[in-house]
């Protein structure tokens, strides 16, 4: 069974690169360009991993990140920003993100956390 992916990013070449970053791993990518189109995505259907832009126009990451793990606990969320400081790593941490990274995001360290998602995403549905 392929995961559900879901991309939130506002800027389009952030977007389209990190679904071409994921094109080679058993996955079904979705798209969505604001925090709001991303919730909407996930109450439509059941998604098991959101890479989460913090600043997002209509609904930031870090207000995405709480409504998913209200409504969705199961989803990952990894945060990415541009603008990080401990003290939003700690605060997203703490409500529940699977991880929190800094753009530019190391395609290398990001690959291997999807990679985790995916593999205990199989390890509990086996």
Do not use: C, Q, T
């Given at each position: 069974m392929r995961l559900k992916v879901l991309i939130a990013e506002d800027e389009k070449n952030a977007r389209e690169g990190l679904k071409l970053l994921l094109r080679d791993r058993p996955l079904d990518i979705r798209l969505a360009a604001d925090g709001e189109e991303a919730l909407q995505i996930i109450r439509a259907e059941p998604i098991a991993l959101v890479l989460a832009d913090f600043k997002m126009p209509r609904l930031d990451?870090?207000?995405?990140?709480?409504?998913?793990?209200?409504?969705?606990p199961a989803t990952e969320v990894i945060i990415l920003t541009g603008h990080g400081t401990?003290?939003?790593?700690?605060?997203?941490?703490?409500?529940?993100?699977y991880y929190y990274l800094t753009k530019p995001v190391d395609i290398y360290e990001l690959s291997t956390l999807v990679d985790h998602v995916i593999?205990?995403?199989?390890l509990r549905d086996e």
């Open positions: 990451g870090f207000e995405l990140l709480k409504r998913i793990k209200e409504e969705s401990v003290e939003s790593a700690r605060d997203a941490m703490r409500h529940g993100a593999l205990e995403s199989n």
